[in-house]
């Protein structure tokens, strides 16, 4: 059974980039190869939200929130996201699936806090 490992968050100031990853653990690491993937993102007191979406040919689709910020990329064994000019509202635990998402796959996710 797979299950999506999120890395690379951190606390950053506003303006500032950041770059996660996204690796697959369990039965199959060739997820990546078959899977359109997503990254979504979990702010304190709302609901988890998807942000950024790759399909398995590398079409890529982003929320107004974060587009000409965020660059989404995948390549056959993890899916990144690239993240600039981060603003406080960006502050939220990021997490990747598949999209659309596999309910036993979520992972541990990944803090991301911006903050002067």
């Known amino acids: 059974q797979v299950q999506f490992v999120e890395s690379g968050g951190g606390l950053v100031q506003p303006g500032e980039s950041l770059r996660l990853s996204c690796h697959a653990s369990?039965?199959?690491?060739?997820?990546?190869?078959?899977?359109?993937m997503g990254w979504y993102r979990q702010a304190p007191g709302k609901q988890r939200e998807l942000v950024a979406q790759?399909?398995?040919?590398?079409r890529t689709n982003l929320d107004d929130s974060v587009r000409d910020r965020f660059i989404i990329s995948r390549d056959d064994n993890k899916v990144d996201l690239q993240m600039t000019s981060l603003k406080p509202e960006d502050t939220a635990v990021y997490y990747c699936?598949?999209?659309?998402?596999?309910?036993?796959?979520w992972g541990q996710g990944t803090q991301v806090t911006v903050s002067s």
């Open positions: 369990g039965a199959s690491q060739n997820v990546f190869r078959i899977l359109g």
């Open positions: 699936n598949a999209d659309p998402p596999m309910r036993s796959a």
């Open positions: 790759i399909t398995v040919n590398g």
